[in-house]
């Protein structure tokens, strides 16, 4: 079965840090990966995706991830980060077999302090 | 542009009591449907996915039931509620097949007391 590992659920930085969230995930076919975002008091919404072609996606807000095939992986990445970025980022795969359906990660929550 | 909505958006309900919570999506045609619920350190579960009127396939067995009367309604609902069934529900919505992008309502958190 299809599966998604957050390493971290709770992550704390200072502004201008930089950021890594990590994401695994285990399904040996081919992907679409995403990385949602969940502002406080907003709705979750699509941070940014990777479906094919370059494995270095940018997203909105100056985060970007990378697909590493041979990694299982799909880590987002923020070079300086904000207090707005404060967030519960969540991972999710769907594999193309899984017709429908996304496998989310647990969520890491991010605090950003000011 | 799309809008989804849900509602209600807070609901309290004693057990044993039913349950309807209602998503409606406006401004797309035909799309995929679903029922997620978000547990807290534990990401998000899909419940009931649609791919169309009247069609509506379960992942996990449990106290709950879908339907979509229409084409851009879907309604989760249970007969009666357990304690355990205390959550955040959300409806999500895309087009097309394999692998689009899912949005998202603005919940309802449901308590059962």
């Known amino acids: 079965a299809q599966s998604v590992s957050q390493h971290n659920h709770h992550v704390i930085l200072s502004e201008a840090a930089s950021l890594e969230l990590g994401c695994n995930y285990s399904y040996g076919g081919t992907v679409n990966l995403f990385w949602y975002v969940q502002y406080p008091g907003q709705h979750l919404q699509l941070l940014l995706k990777y479906f094919s072609g370059d494995p270095l996606v940018k997203g909105i807000k100056g985060f970007e991830a990378e697909f590493i095939k041979s990694k299982f992986s799909f880590n987002l990445r923020k070079p300086s980060v904000q207090w707005s970025d404060t967030a519960e980022y969540f991972c999710a795969v769907n594999g193309m077999d899984s017709n429908y359906q996304l496998i989310w990660g647990a969520g890491t929550k991010l605090i950003i302090k000011p | 542009s799309q809008t989804i909505h849900q509602w209600p958006a807070t609901l309290v309900q004693p057990v044993g009591s039913p349950l309807s919570l209602e998503c409606t999506v406006e401004g797309t045609s035909n799309p995929n449907l679903y029922w997620y619920r978000q547990a807290a350190g534990r990401g998000l579960q899909l419940l009931f996915y649609?791919?169309?009127?009247?069609?509506i396939s379960s992942e996990v067995p449990q106290n709950l039931s879908a339907s979509r009367p229409q084409d851009r309604q879907f309604i989760l609902s249970s007969k009666k509620l357990l304690l355990s069934d205390s959550g955040f529900y959300l409806c999500a919505w895309s087009v097309g097949q394999w692998g689009e992008t899912q949005y998202f309502g603005p919940g309802t958190r449901l308590l059962v007391l």
């Open positions: 649609s791919v169309g009127i009247g069609q």
